[in-house]
């Protein structure tokens, strides 16, 4: 059986190293923002070339706590992608602010950026792309709208370690980024962890506090905080892992070129342009039988997974929150389909897989 993802294997390679970084952090006995967060935060700030990284609890805190260091006025209204994970929404609504769906472009799966000003309205403050599947948005347009009608952007590059748009780093366009470290990602660590990147001093500030209970100073509360803090453990098996990144980010692209050159036109391929270096946190293929599809690979012994089958609009939880009608996202969730691409898998396991594929 063919494993959509085996994290044990995964990370076998970098057991060794993770023994030695859990016993130097159980031994030192500061086990709370220390040494091993402070340098992973400095290690991926200059990898990303940017000013700072706060290191957080998880990709869902890095983007409560990057909405919430703007401040910005309830039922303020921030434009969104309509096929993006849930937790996207989430923070939106965790800040009590109001979500605006844009539909996506059905060739990359990010936002449409020529559907994004008819959207906006006097109450709009902010524009949260999403890097789905680990490719980056068309980042020039979001800029150019957003500094024409003065609105903040904050990045969910939770799927896009290393992926870039024209040599720039996801997470690094916009006033803030907001990653996840979640074990399945490109760089994972062993539990739950995030990050917040930003290129501005204040807002690095504030979110250091805002982390910490809303103090810099024990005891000394300047805002109304969380506790939202990268554990030192984890942040020692991250710091390992950085370094393997571009490794990991390559052996998925390599897999990537199997399937696109190999598939036939059965299936819809994931889009290729020379602006964007794609690290394919997911590699999705559309079909109109994904179901059945999603069956025949399990009995021919290829696990395989969905991101996402129900969109946000769908979900119960958002019942009575989200209106309208979204059609390009309901028709990516009725035929997407995620393929084996983990830096745990082998060639010969993309070949027999694409193989198998092209019999359906």
Do not use: W
Request: aromatic share 12%; net charge neutral.
């Amino acid at each position: 059986m063919i494993e959509y993802e085996n994290l044990k294997k995964l990370n076998a390679p970098f057991f060794k190293e993770f023994r030695q970084s859990f016993e130097s952090c159980m031994t030192s006995g500061r086990y709370i923002l220390s040494n091993s967060v402070e340098n992973f935060e400095k290690e991926f700030a200059k990898y990303n070339d940017v000013k700072h990284c706060i290191g957080v609890n998880s990709g869902l805190d890095a983007l409560i706590l990057g909405l919430n260091s703007f401040n910005f006025p309830e039922n303020s209204e921030v434009i969104v992608p309509s096929n993006t994970y849930i937790a996207t929404i989430l923070a939106i609504f965790q800040n009590k602010l109001k979500p605006v769906l844009v539909e996506p472009d059905l060739c990359s799966y990010n936002i449409n950026v020529e559907k994004i000003e008819e959207k906006i309205t006097p109450k709009t403050v902010a524009i949260l792309p999403v890097h789905l599947y680990g490719k980056t948005c068309k980042m020039d347009k979001i800029i150019e709208i957003a500094t024409k009608y003065d609105l903040r952007i904050i990045e969910d590059a939770a799927q896009a370690h290393g992926s870039s748009f024209r040599d720039k780093k996801a997470g690094t366009f916009g006033d803030i980024g907001a990653f996840s470290f979640y074990p399945t990602k490109n760089l994972g660590t062993l539990g739950d962890g995030g990050a917040i990147l930003t290129n501005n001093d204040e807002i690095a500030q504030k979110i250091r506090k805002l982390r910490n209970y809303g103090t810099s100073k024990k005891y000394y509360n300047d805002f109304i905080g969380f506790n939202s803090r990268l554990d030192e453990m984890q942040a020692g098996f991250l710091s390992i892992k950085l370094k393997k990144l571009d490794i990991i980010n390559n052996h998925k692209r390599k897999f990537a070129n199997i399937y696109l050159e190999n598939l036939n036109e059965n299936f819809v391929k994931p889009n290729i342009d020379k602006d964007y270096y794609d690290v394919y946190h997911i590699f999705n293929i559309r079909h109109p039988k994904r179901d059945l599809l999603k069956q025949y690979l399990l009995e021919k012994g290829i696990k395989t997974e969905i991101h996402y089958p129900i969109p946000p609009h769908k979900q119960k939880a958002m019942h009575g929150l989200i209106y309208g009608e979204y059609p390009i996202a309901e028709e990516i969730h009725q035929t997407t389909l995620s393929l084996p691409i983990s830096y745990s898998h082998t060639e010969e396991d993309i070949l027999y897989i694409t193989k198998t594929l092209n019999k359906f």
